[in-house]
């Protein structure tokens, strides 16, 4: 069964500031594809970048990227020069071979101003 | 395009009552979800379908039902409902086997879902 760790419930971070939010998962499957979703207060599920099993190199999407250690089977979501709208919930997920995804609890972000 | 969605936006329920959750994509897809998120458990698989005419259990499927009759709808039951339904629930579709890409998923809007 798959399984995704969020430790962090909340985080605050000043505006222009990077944040790192933590992922951990658990697939005994070698083939797998992580992804992290963004949920403002509004509700609706965003998605935002994208990082395969057997990807080389880790995924940037703008001021997103991914820092993906396979060994560690963690896939951190950094946000650099964070924006008032960044303000989120955000959720990291691993598809299956299956196509389904397994979320994990999801991390709020606060950006002050 | 519309993408995908979902009726009601929200609902008050007498527990017992029968409901259904409609949802409705139009980009085609093959495979289609449903979720129910709760604080503090994100979102949780209730039930699925790869292909029109195939559905299957999620992680929290009991007290759910679905069918997918077609490709574009794909409706979520509730027979009985309790108070421990109460949750958003969120359809979602994607390419799923034999698409391209990464098949990332798309989800509808949710519905708030209150049983009292």
């Known amino acids: 069964a798959q399984k995704i760790t969020q430790t962090q419930p909340g985080m605050f971070v000043q505006e222009k500031e990077a944040v790192t939010l933590d992922c951990t998962y658990d697939t005994s499957d070698p083939s797998y594809g992580l992804f992290w979703y963004k949920q403002p207060s509004s509700g609706e599920m965003i998605f935002l970048i994208y990082q395969g099993s057997y990807d080389q190199q880790n995924a940037t999407e703008g001021r997103y990227s991914l820092n993906f250690q396979k060994a560690r089977k963690s896939a951190n979501l950094v946000i650099s020069a964070s924006q008032l709208g960044d303000s989120a919930m955000y959720f990291c997920?691993?598809?299956?071979?299956?196509?389904?995804?397994?979320f994990g609890a999801g991390t709020t972000v606060t950006v002050r101003a | 395009i519309a993408g995908i969605t979902q009726a009601p936006t929200s609902q008050i329920l007498a527990a017992g009552r029968r409901m259904t959750l409609r949802c409705t994509q139009d980009?085609?897809?093959?495979?289609m979800y449903w979720y129910r998120q709760d604080l503090g458990l994100g979102l949780r698989l209730i039930h699925y379908s790869n292909t029109a005419g195939t559905t299957g259990k999620g992680e929290v499927p009991d007290g759910y039902s679905v069918s997918r009759a077609n490709t574009d709808d794909f409706p979520l039951t509730l027979a009985s409902a309790v108070p421990s339904q109460t949750s958003v629930y969120f359809c979602?579709?994607?390419?799923?086997?034999?698409?391209?890409?990464?098949?990332?998923?798309?989800f509808g809007p949710g519905t708030r879902l209150t049983v009292l």
């Open positions: 997920a691993m598809r299956s071979n299956d196509y389904k995804l397994s």
């Open positions: 979602a579709s994607s390419e799923g086997v034999g698409g391209a890409g990464y098949n990332e998923q798309f």
């Open positions: 980009m085609r897809h093959n495979a």
